[in-house]
């Protein structure tokens, strides 16, 4: 074989080659990366409360990470991961993914969302506080009154913001009541440094009963339900 | 000389013009391939589910949320609601189970199976049947319920062992409880400054949470045992000697900490950690035993949601069922030992809603439904002391009730308890065998016990 043919083919090889790995990199990084579609979720018909229970509850002894949107479902903290940055949910992401909510701000829309990738969604606590631009309502609560007197039911969400909770604005599901007529929520909780014991994360997900704070029975706390359940 | 080096150099180019042309024609191609989808994801093949990933106790496939009525009254209607969810949506998003309940109304009788009718309450399934208890006193009816889900083709059978008892009574003896009385403050036991030294405890504060000690417990030798995450310890102080000694253990707030009957003090860290054998996150088990020597681990608690530790080592788990993590030699208990051998509460609980509640003593014979004028909040504590009863409700504030072992009302009272860092009415609030009940305050300068003794 003439030196021609040995690169002609070459060239040939290296272009498909590099168009090939340029795409598997790009595609890894778009997928993994937070405020992507890219196989993170899909629209799907419908979705109940009871559904949003089972999802949120995947996050337990999970780490809480702040902005943060994945989670391996394994009751562990994962490495760091170089595109996705920490593991573990924020309030907010948590509740955005296990409501199945859309990233279209404000939509009522159904959206399957995978644990693993790194997606927060577009709403705050302080975006759930006010209403998820109309997909939630609130059903309890206001700046001068609280649940106490109001049942929630599993699905729904306690939201309250720093002014009224004495901690940074936040919101944790509902998933069940108790024999005794109290909550149990997926809050997080001060785990000390590091569920190994050397690790850094001081913050974690964990089913409880009443949560870290008195929600029911905080004047400025809401009790919040998605829209349309 | 110019026309000579560019021919020169057009002699040296010439042959790499063809692997250029090729490299770019390499590009076409897998961009036209990768555009005609041949590097997509692969349509999936029908998913299938591992089950090895799940467990009953702490990670289970369906769950299963139910509240049993606990106690109702001969020849009362009663409802039976179960709310059953995949806990693998993410790989049969359209799962479906159904559930059959199988029922007995006498002890060693036979179980019968109703199917379970689907009804929709907020936009979620709820499985439901309605009984009647039988007209005979001292009989229990007996339930357990055995789950189908076709798509992951997933059998559950809840309780995982054994069966959910409701005790049928003849009669409540009521109890109408008048509105919460004046708010008191108990008595100051011990105040103690946040800091890391031999006499304080931790606080933590970041931008997302406030943390400090979530538990404490006393013994009846005035022992005051605090949960101090923030400074890795137990700390445990002496009132005879007024000091304190400090047991190092890495916890969370979520937690609780309870002296033994043996004098030994348990100390349960329920968030948990991964340990040798374990694949994943458990909440762990320590001990100080009677002599106060060193704090030792005992083993990991398989509770899904643990409440507090009992007076007789176990965890109320789920409000439903005793976890021993212990065996009689003080070790821990293997999983199979804690999953086959569980408890029942000895003590019933039920709130009906925000104006009425039951509880139960089957052992005594006692059934007690209290009505209250005014909500009365949830119920998070129903304690037999020496003398009866007591009974705590927690609204914004917490209501204290004494009853006597005939379940009359004696007294009651009424606190505001003040929280700077987390809350946790369980383990922040104890009551002891004589009928004291014990609470926790946190402020901006650490905490403070208060006692109110049993009027």
Not at chain 1, 118 to 143: E, I, K, M, N, W
Request: include cysteine; proline fraction near 6%; hydrophobic fraction near 35%.
């Amino acid at each position: 074989m003439n030196n021609r043919i040995v690169r002609m083919i070459t060239g040939l090889a290296l272009g498909f080659l590099f168009s090939i790995l340029t795409y598997q990199s790009v595609r890894a990084y778009t997928c993994l990366t937070q405020e992507t579609d890219c196989n993170a979720g899909s629209s799907i018909s419908s979705w109940t409360a009871s559904q949003a229970v089972s999802y949120v509850r995947t996050a337990q002894r999970e780490p809480y990470q702040l902005g943060g949107g994945w989670w391996n479902p394994n009751q562990d903290q994962d490495a760091y991961d170089p595109i996705k940055g920490y593991e573990g949910p924020d309030c907010s992401g948590l509740v955005f993914k296990s409501w199945a909510m859309s990233y279209s701000t404000g939509s009522t829309a159904y959206w399957s969302w995978n644990k693993t990738h790194d997606v927060h969604g577009p709403y705050q606590a302080t975006s759930f506080y006010g209403g998820c631009s109309g997909a939630c309502r609130t059903l309890c609560g206001s700046s001068t009154t609280n649940c106490s007197s109001y049942t929630l039911s599993a699905g729904d969400a306690f939201v309250g913001v720093k002014q009224y909770l004495g901690f940074d604005n936040h919101i944790v599901m509902i998933t069940s009541r108790t024999a005794g007529g109290d909550y149990y929520v997926v809050d997080s909780n001060y785990n000390g440094y590091g569920a190994d014991g050397g690790g850094s994360y001081y913050n974690g997900w964990k089913e409880t009963t009443s949560g870290r704070a008195d929600y029911k029975n905080i004047n400025g706390v809401k009790g919040i339900r998605r829209n349309p359940w | 000389m110019k026309l000579t080096f560019s021919s020169q150099l057009k002699n040296r180019l010439l042959p790499w013009r063809d692997f250029a042309l090729c490299l770019l024609a390499g590009v076409v191609i897998g961009v036209v391939t990768i555009s005609n989808g041949f590097f997509a994801q692969p349509a999936h093949a029908a998913p299938t589910l591992d089950l090895s990933r799940f467990d009953d106790e702490m990670n289970p496939a369906i769950y299963v949320d139910h509240l049993s009525p606990v106690v109702v009254k001969e020849g009362e209607t009663f409802d039976l609601e179960f709310v059953l969810s995949c806990a693998y949506i993410d790989i049969f998003p359209d799962c479906s189970p159904n559930a059959t309940i199988l029922v007995a109304d006498a002890p060693n009788g036979k179980f019968t199976p109703i199917q379970l009718k689907e009804d929709n309450q907020s936009g979620s399934p709820v499985w439901k049947t309605t009984l009647v208890a039988p007209m005979k006193k001292g009989q229990t009816v007996e339930y357990y319920l055995e789950v189908f889900e076709p798509q992951g083709k997933v059998n559950v059978r809840y309780p995982s062992s054994g069966t959910i008892q409701v005790n049928v009574v003849e009669t409540f003896t009521e109890v109408l409880v008048s509105p919460s009385p004046e708010i008191t403050t108990g008595e100051l036991v011990l105040q103690l400054p946040w800091g890391n030294n031999e006499s304080s405890v931790g606080l933590f504060e970041d931008e997302t949470m406030i943390a400090g000690p979530g538990a404490f417990a006393t013994s009846t030798k005035g022992e005051i045992a605090l949960q101090d995450p923030v400074n890795r310890r137990v700390l445990l102080y002496n009132p005879e000697s007024d000091t304190f000694q400090s047991f190092p253990v890495h916890l969370s707030d979520a937690g609780d900490l309870e002296f033994q009957t043996d004098g030994s003090l348990l100390v349960a860290n329920f968030f948990g950690e991964k340990t040798d054998g374990e694949e994943s996150i458990v909440p762990q088990l320590y001990r100080i035993k009677a002599d106060r020597g060193a704090i030792e681990r005992v083993g990991p608690i398989f509770a899904r949601i643990p409440f507090y530790i009992t007076k007789d080592a176990s965890i109320l788990n789920r409000d439903d069922s005793l976890v021993k993590p212990m065996n009689a030699q003080g070790k821990g208990r293997s999983r199979d030992e804690q999953k086959n051998d569980r408890g029942k509460p000895p003590l019933g609980i039920r709130w009906l809603d925000d104006n009425r509640s039951r509880f139960s003593d089957p052992n005594a014979g006692l059934a007690i439904e209290i009505s209250s004028v005014s909500p009365s909040g949830f119920i998070s504590h129903f304690v037999k002391t020496n003398d009866g009863y007591v009974i705590v409700f927690r609204s914004d504030v917490m209501h204290v009730l004494w009853l006597d072992r005939e379940g009359k009302l004696m007294n009651d009272t009424t606190v505001k308890p003040e929280l700077y860092t987390e809350w946790n009415p369980y383990t922040l609030v104890k009551v002891t065998p004589n009928g004291d009940v014990w609470y926790m305050n946190s402020t901006l300068d650490g905490i403070a016990i208060y006692k109110i003794t049993q009027p």
